[in-house]
């Protein structure tokens, strides 16, 4: 008689194995993991209301992670990390445009630029064709942050290592500042900035 009673709880743990077994076991969702290399570079350009002018760090040398995980229920892309960047570190290969820079962006009280990766629209594949993604992150600059939309390319080169370019257009305005002027105001510098960045990655994961 109790082995008759048994029966349906038996069959009950039958019909819940598959459910069980794929809650236990669900595959690891797609994930990259990358450490900064040394040799990675960013650079800040502008314009003048007379000529160009290029400032760049031409050797990032922070290893900060960057990982970027694909959740399959959704199949949202999430970008994790960052960089940390001296402002006091760009050069743009004039002394008194650097003076004017720092003074602008306020470098003795915010002396670094923070750029923080959030998201993509999608998983990047790793290629030496390259491939495009659109990705969201936070710039915080002289105290103020602001979102922003990236577009980004990520490769691998002849040494096998991928690399990550990325480009942004930017205002001073945009983070409350007032372009630099010399000669009173006979050179001007423009609102528009263009940020940078070309970063060497070690895949480690």
Known sequence: MSRIKDIPSFLLMLLMAPFVYSFMYQPA???????????????IDGRTNINKFACEISDYSHADTLTITKNQNDNTVEMMGGLTVNMEGFNCH??????????????????????????MNKFPALSPIGDQVIGIAEIE?????????????????????????????????????????????????????????????????
């Open 94 to 119: 004039n002394a008194a445009i650097n003076a004017d820079l720092r003074k602008t962006l306020n470098t003795a009280t915010f002396p670094t630029m923070l750029i923080r990766f959030i998201s």
């Open 29 to 43: 969702p797609p994930l990259l993991k990358f450490i900064i290399q040394r040799g990675s570079s960013l650079s």
């Open 141 to 205: 600059l002289a105290g103020v942050r602001k979102r922003v939309e990236l577009t980004y390319t990520f490769k691998t080169n002849e040494n096998k290592k991928v690399v990550l370019q990325g480009i942004k257009s930017v205002k001073f305005s945009d983070f409350n500042l007032i372009p630099p002027k010399k000669l009173g105001g006979m050179i001007q510098a423009k609102d528009n900035l263009d940020v940078l960045f070309y970063l060497d990655l070690k895949l480690i994961q």
